[in-house]
């Protein structure tokens, strides 16, 4: 089975502080995906990546970044958090085989910014 | 991305009987869709996924109808059972490895 781990599964920051999510997967999987997920919006597409030092912004982009050092690894930075990015935190993968493939998503970070 | 939308925002269903779980979609030009539970403290399970190419899927208690004419998916979940209790996504691929998901159904298994 596909393995999706994020590294916490809750995380309370403060405003300003620069935040790091780390995502890893151990399925060899060429794309990696970061999602919010806030009630009535469903999940909303951050940023992904199709390979290694490869980055591609999603619909809400703004206030984030990534880092994609090596395959396994994706990890989501919050530069200098803000309230308005208190939410759940959902990153996938999925195989670059083909494009008829799903996304395999981890439990999630709920994240906190006071 | 284009908008996938689901029916009802909540269904109950009696334990035993059939759940049925609808999605609209708008992008005509979508050619691949997939269906995620999601349990409270936990992220979206792949359940089950079709190509456009196809109008039926089944997999184990469950099938996916997609109607092309009309935009519409369903999800089917035979003899509903209390660990069915969850939130179901569709989600649709309309061209690159990147999904546009609808805002969930949350279904409640009543016992």
């Known amino acids: 089975d596909v393995k999706v781990t994020q590294s916490s599964r809750y995380l309370v920051k403060r405003t300003g502080e620069k935040v790091f999510l780390e995502c890893v997967q151990d399925m060899d999987h060429e794309n990696m995906f970061w999602y919010r997920q806030d009630p009535g919006l469903g999940l909303r597409l951050i940023y992904f990546s199709y390979d290694v030092k490869m980055k591609e912004k999603g619909d809400i982009p703004e206030g984030y970044s990534v880092s994609r050092e090596k395959k396994e690894r994706f990890s989501l930075i919050l530069e200098s958090a803000s309230t308005n990015q208190t939410s759940m935190y959902l990153c996938?993968?999925?195989?670059?085989?083909?494009?008829?493939?799903?996304?395999?998503f981890g439990d999630g970070t709920r994240l906190s910014i006071l | 991305g284009e908008s996938v939308g689901l029916h009802l925002p909540t269904l109950s269903v009696q334990e035993g009987d059939n759940s049925i779980i609808n999605c609209a979609y708008s992008?005509?030009?979508?050619?691949?869709f997939i269906w995620y539970k999601q349990e409270s403290g936990k992220g979206p399970q792949f359940i089950i996924d079709?190509?456009?190419?196809?109008d039926k899927r089944q997999g184990q208690r469950v099938t996916v109808l997609l109607n092309k004419t009309v935009k519409h998916l369903s999800l089917q979940i035979a003899a509903t059972q209390p660990g069915d209790s969850a939130v179901y996504f569709c989600?649709?691929?309309?061209?690159?490895?990147?999904?546009?998901f609808g805002a969930g159904t949350t279904v409640t298994v009543r016992a």
């Open positions: 996938a993968s999925s195989t670059g085989q083909g494009i008829y493939q799903p996304q395999h």
């Open positions: 989600a649709e691929k309309g061209g690159d490895y990147k999904l546009s």
């Open positions: 079709i190509r456009s190419n196809m």
């Open positions: 992008n005509s030009a979508s050619d691949y």
